[in-house]
């Protein structure tokens, strides 16, 4: 009998190349008789390069492209980073598991002589293109001056003595990924750098009526880190509203409960709103759309309203 074939679509950098790769593994490992193969597909996101990822649509620029060769039938699933994955899905297609975790946290690589990130010199130069962490890190040190970078990880790493940075701010996950641990000079702790909305977990994509292939990939979900991304993307799909604006969330499962800390902020860190809840498992995505619409009632509409211009969010009173 010829053996079942089961397609896997990516992107082509590194990262994940690396995260499809492992997805492979673990599914050749599970399945000794399915043979796995990798689809690698360029997205918008690769290939705009050299504006702000903010400027020209955000999220969905890593995925659409691998979302429309799935419902071509050329893929059978994808791989994608759950920091990259918008909150709908085209029609026919759904995020059917959410891997365990890595390190959610943020970190920075130091340019050398430089041991902490407080150390760097009055009006240092940090290299990062995400605007959540800019405005935390500008919260923190006011003075610096954030540079824009993309690209994959290691030549946003090489920008650090291409572009004479100080710092350059990294997701942890991708980090350890590939094998750049020891180059990390510091760790921020969720406290102080709130990660992104599903850092540092993966999120499985297939078609909503494959049976055969959804029962295959269902060992990958994992109920606490799947719990706290629902929440986390709950706070992202109400406080969203076509801009690309500074919003994090952050979900810890601990036994039943989940703690739920999410902020909204200007570009320049100046007006930050920021709120923790918790919560019984269960209501995870109820609480997650309810916190979200307390940042509202606390302020956050005007500050979304004014990163981009947009009218989004109207006061109801």
């Known amino acids: 009998m010829a053996k079942r074939t089961l397609r896997i679509g990516t992107r082509a950098s590194a990262l994940a190349l690396w995260q499809a790769n492992w997805v492979k593994s673990e599914l050749e490992k599970k399945y000794p008789e399915l043979e796995v193969t990798l689809t690698k597909i360029k997205t918008q996101g690769d290939k705009i390069l050299d504006v702000p990822l903010a400027m020209v649509g955000g999220k969905g620029l890593f995925v659409k492209e691998i979302q429309e ?8 699933i994808a791989v994608h980073s759950m920091k990259d994955v918008p909150t709908f899905f085209p029609e026919g297609t759904g995020l059917r598991c959410i891997t365990e975790r890595e390190d959610p946290r943020d970190i920075a690589v130091l340019k050398e002589g430089v041991s902490s990130f407080l150390e760097i010199r009055q009006g240092g130069r940090i290299g ?17 001056e954030m540079v824009d970078i993309r690209g994959n990880v290691q030549t946003r790493i090489s920008k650090l003595t291409e572009d004479n940075l ?77 801009c690309q604006v500074p919003i994090a969330a952050f979900g810890t499962v601990t036994g039943d409960q989940l703690e739920l800390t999410a902020l909204v902020s200007d570009v320049a860190g100046k007006h930050m709103i920021k709120k923790t809840v918790t919560c019984h498992v269960d209501q995870a995505e109820a609480t997650g759309v309810a916190l979200a619409k307390q940042l509202l009632a606390e302020g956050a509409g005007p500050i979304l309203n004014e990163v981009y211009g947009c009218e989004t969010f109207k006061d109801e009173g």
Not at 69 to 76: F, K, P, T, V
Not at 171 to 195: N, S, V, W
């Open 166 to 242: 100080d710092a350059v701010i990294l997701a942890a996950a991708g980090m350890h990924r590939l094998g750049f641990a020891d180059q990390i000079g510091e760790y921020f702790e969720p406290k102080t750098c709130l990660p992104a909305i599903g850092q540092g977990a993966l999120g499985l994509e297939s078609r909503i009526d494959d049976d055969q292939t959804n029962a295959l990939i269902d060992f990958f979900n994992h109920p606490p880190t799947a719990i706290a991304v629902t929440a986390e993307r709950a706070v992202l799909s109400t406080l969203e509203g076509g």
């Open 128 to 144: 990062t293109s995400s605007l959540r962490r800019k405005a935390q890190l500008l919260h923190m040190r006011p003075d610096l």
């Open 69 to 76: 060769a799935m419902l071509r039938n050329e893929i059978d």
